[in-house]
């Protein structure tokens, strides 16, 4: 028998963003079925704050994705207002059906010429309750119920304005503007249980604690010899706190040699490990004898960092992180230098002690990949991570150097997060500094809780001025509040300038999270409405017309022709299920023409409603876009062998579109 939700009062919900202890749904959807994964039930992970033990988890039916003001014609006109529908004399930026959680709301413009020209006023509607209604600087500058850091202003953030106070909604959230806002993000989440998370205080707290002034635990010394691992950890056991300490008057060149091994992946350079880039010209540096560096390179730099995961005491020569690192059987914790020898002091506190170390929760396990990369000179992005299977990415370290003289147009790039084998990123961004919550190439190095520009180095040795310099960037970014989920592989890119073919640019990057287990697909049906120019596939209807559009956000990307229908009525698929146990979720994917804005559908499993597709917003000049939701399937869906699903459109304000669904059912 299905469970079914009773209906809810509204005034359930006028006391905003506070913690529940279920999760309420509107009327008619079912709640999450009860062939859950293990690894998703509750496990005991004490010792850890909630926010970093949820990160532990698999959350297969959090869609994560941003909309933005993010160039359609995949340029550099990323404060494209042509997108948004209008409401009077409102502009929405913002609009989701179904549930839902905004996570960080980012936007910028010039102060002095666009405040008082675009912005009026910002309102945001929550379930059918305002949560703000005024001006936006009275909203980002903490004179409403905010207060910094859950609200940034312009200097706080370094160049723009931001927010993390989360806002969770059951049936609908909306964000309009009253005006024009220029540059804008929402980072948020949509699917079954997604409106789950801290609340504003939960989250007030962990952006504010100084936890690294909790006692650390007693530290060891390690002797490390050229390119032995030595290792300090081994699992299974759950890490929640690791330190060290680098002793000596070269304790920086000592760290631009050290490397970390965490779990079963290859060793990384322990800045990036422990959430900052040392820069380009440092690292060139230390492989020189002191004595031969120029004076623009005679010290490394070894900057302070003070984050809500890691810290850097460049005046204690000190290193913490308390990012938890689950070590399965087989795996370890070790460092290793590429120097003759190098000793260090470190410690490291497991969940239940040394003693009796606590597992970590089954099926997940740490990755940190890093890379070294030369711009491609094309209009494409450079890929900074590419994974398969269920993954969740917490962590982004990047350094960019070379460059042309004079010029910081690389940090225009956008980064582009493509998930589940799509081909358009659901995370498109509209500036490398603006993914790293500044804007306006930043207004200074700084750290903050969950982003930072740890150093900026103008590269002059020949002649003085910014005129002919290069220029490099370390920057940082954790996605504790805000994690980027995958169910099937996730590919993380990264223009370098305007279009992406800006030369010449090296990169390093590490992105740092979690690969799970499961779930893992079990089948995939394609659905296309014309064979011979989609491929193979299940037919489900006739094309109404060929549109000829780009296939996604990449500059490069060649124009191609493809079939759609746009109609308000019902889509019927049959989706043949696999044999053995039943799955335990559906992840429906769309492809469609983005021309008309405002198009709507309710999902139905078996006559009951089970999702939404949305799209407020328009694209005439990109048409292809995609979407995808996720579906908690109930054991007795797959009973008859298939299941069907309905795509109801009859209600949608535009005629609704599509050209091809993908059906991905996964099981544990």
């Known amino acids: 028998m299905r469970l079914r939700v ?47 033990a949820d990160l532990l988890r698999p959350h297969p039916s959090w869609v994560t994705r941003m909309t933005s003001s993010h160039d359609v014609d995949g340029g550099n006109r990323d404060n494209n207002p042509d997108g948004m529908p209008f409401e009077g004399d409102w502009r929405v930026m913002f609009h989701a059906r179904g549930e839902g959680r905004i996570e960080r709301f980012w936007t910028t413009c010039s102060y002095d010429y666009d405040v008082p020209r675009d912005w009026h006023a910002l309102w945001i509607e929550i379930d059918g ?23 940034s202003s312009q200097t706080e953030s370094s160049g723009a304005y931001l927010s993390w106070l989360p806002m969770p909604f059951q049936h609908e959230a909306k964000i309009r503007w009253l005006g024009a806002p220029h540059f804008y993000q929402v980072s948020w989440r949509s699917g079954p249980g997604s409106s789950t998370g801290p609340s504003v205080d ?3 707290d962990f952006l504010a604690r100084r936890w690294w002034e909790l006692p650390a635990p007693a530290l060891a010394e390690v002797r490390l010899v050229r390119t032995t691992p030595s290792i300090v950890v081994r699992g299974p056991a759950l890490v929640r706190d690791v330190v060290v300490e680098l002793p000596g008057d070269d304790a ?37 004898p002191a004595s031969a560096r120029p004076d623009w390179a005679r010290a490394i730099a070894w900057p302070k960092v003070q984050s809500a995961l890691t810290q850097s005491d460049p005046a204690a020569h000190r290193l913490r992180t308390r990012t938890p690192l689950p070590l399965q059987a087989g795996e370890t914790l070790a460092f290793e ?33 890093y890379r070294e990369q030369r711009a491609p000179g094309v209009e494409t992005t450079v890929p900074i991570l ?11 370290v990047e350094e960019t150097s070379e460059g042309q003289p004079g010029n910081r147009g690389f940090l225009e790039g956008d980064e582009m997060i493509r998930v589940d084998g799509m081909r358009y990123p659901l995370y498109l961004g509209t500036g490398t500094e603006d993914y790293f919550n500044g804007g306006w190439y930043f207004a200074g190095v700084h750290t903050n809780p969950l982003s930072g520009l740890v150093a900026f180095k103008p590269i002059d040795p020949d002649r003085k001025g910014w005129g002919f310099a290069t220029f490099e960037y370390a920057m940082y970014r954790h996605h504790a509040l805000d994690p980027i989920v995958a169910r099937s592989g996730v590919r993380f890119g990264l223009e370098a300038g305007e279009t992406g073919a800006y030369v010449p640019l090296t990169f390093r990057t590490l992105v740092a999270g979690y690969e799970f287990e499961g779930p893992h697909e079990v089948s995939r049906t394609r659905f296309v409405l014309d064979e011979a120019s989609q491929g193979a596939g299940v037919r489900f209807g006739e094309p109404s017309q060929w549109v000829n559009s780009a296939l996604d956000a990449e500059r490069g990307q060649p124009t191609v022709r493809f079939p759609t229908r746009a109609r308000r009525d ?8 696999p044999a053995g146990k039943p799955p335990r979720g559906l992840l429906l994917q769309r492809t469609y023409d983005g021309t008309l804005s405002m198009q709507s559908a ?15 917003l328009h694209n005439d000049r990109r048409k292809l876009l995609q979407d995808e939701i996720w579906l908690d399937l109930a054991p007795e869906d797959c009973e008859k062998g298939s299941l069907r699903l309905e795509i109801n459109a009859r209600q949608s304000f535009a005629p609704f579109s599509e050209s091809e669904y993908e059906a991905v059912l996964y099981g544990d």
């Open 570 to 577: 019902v889509t019927r698929l049959d989706v043949a299920c």
């Open 6 to 52: 009773a209906p809810i009062l509204l005034a359930a919900l006028a006391v905003p963003f506070a913690d529940a202890a279920i999760v309420m749904s509107p009327k008619g959807f079912r709640m999450r079925a009860s062939v859950a994964s293990a690894a998703e039930r509750s496990e005991a992970l004490e010792g850890l704050d909630p926010i970093l």
């Open 337 to 369: 230098t590429d120097e003759a020898q190098r000793t260090l002091r470190v410690a490291v506190d497991v969940v239940g002690g040394a003693l009796a170390p606590t597992p970590p929760p089954r099926g997940v396990r740490w990755f940190a990949d």
């Open 252 to 288: 920086a060149d000592g760290l631009a040699h050290l490397r970390v091994r965490a779990g079963s992946g290859p060793s990384v350079p322990a800045s990036y490990f422990f959430g900052f880039p040392l820069s380009r010209s440092d690292l060139e540096a230390a492989a020189m």
């Open 386 to 396: 590419e994974r398969g299977g269920p993954t969740t990415i917490v962590s982004t």
């Open 129 to 151: 309750v305002t949560v703000f209604k005024g001006h936006p600087l009275d909203f980002f500058l903490g004179k409403s119920r905010w207060q910094h850091p859950i609200v």
């Open 602 to 616: 309710l999902v139905r499993v078996g006559g009951e409603l089970v999702g939404h597709f949305h799209e407020p």
């Open 202 to 204: 939960r989250v007030r």
